[in-house]
């Protein structure tokens, strides 16, 4: 299967952490909307419209299961996540990391921590491909 159409908006990706939330059985309508009120007030019927459109789009895959439907997310979080901060990058820094970076510093110094910090993500970053960490086949 291809990548899932499009980005996500603020609310889509709330939606798709209630889903991954709920891994690896997946998630009802009602589960997410549990979710999601819990924290805000949100219709159910909202809830059920942006799953839907998400499952349409190619995010979220569902299956029959109780007399409804159990939806689950078609990539891990963590390569969802990883798309959308180069989608980002790629809009509003023109492809450039290190323009990310500097604008995020804004001219602060950096202690040595975050540079030793820094410094590991920079060699992880040379190194070969490793499993990425929750992801589904």
């Known amino acids: 299967m291809g990548r899932p159409d499009g980005n996500l908006t603020a609310v889509q990706l709330e939606i798709m952490e209630a889903v991954w939330a709920s891994e690896p059985d997946g998630a009802t309508v009602g589960d997410v909307w549990g979710r999601i009120r819990a924290a805000r007030p949100v219709t159910r019927t909202t809830v059920l419209n942006l799953v839907d459109r998400l499952h349409r789009r190619g995010w979220l895959r569902r299956r029959k299961a109780d007399g409804g439907y159990r939806y689950q997310a078609v990539e891990g979080r963590s390569r969802t996540l990883s798309h959308l901060a180069g989608q980002f990058v ?23 921590k975050d540079i030793e910090r820094l410094r590991q993500i920079l060699d992880e970053s040379q190194a070969p491909d490793a499993p990425e960490e929750g992801t589904r086949a």
């Open 90 to 112: 790629e809009s509003y820094f023109d492809g450039s990391a290190s323009n990310l970076v500097m604008s995020l510093l804004g001219g602060r110094p950096l202690d040595e």
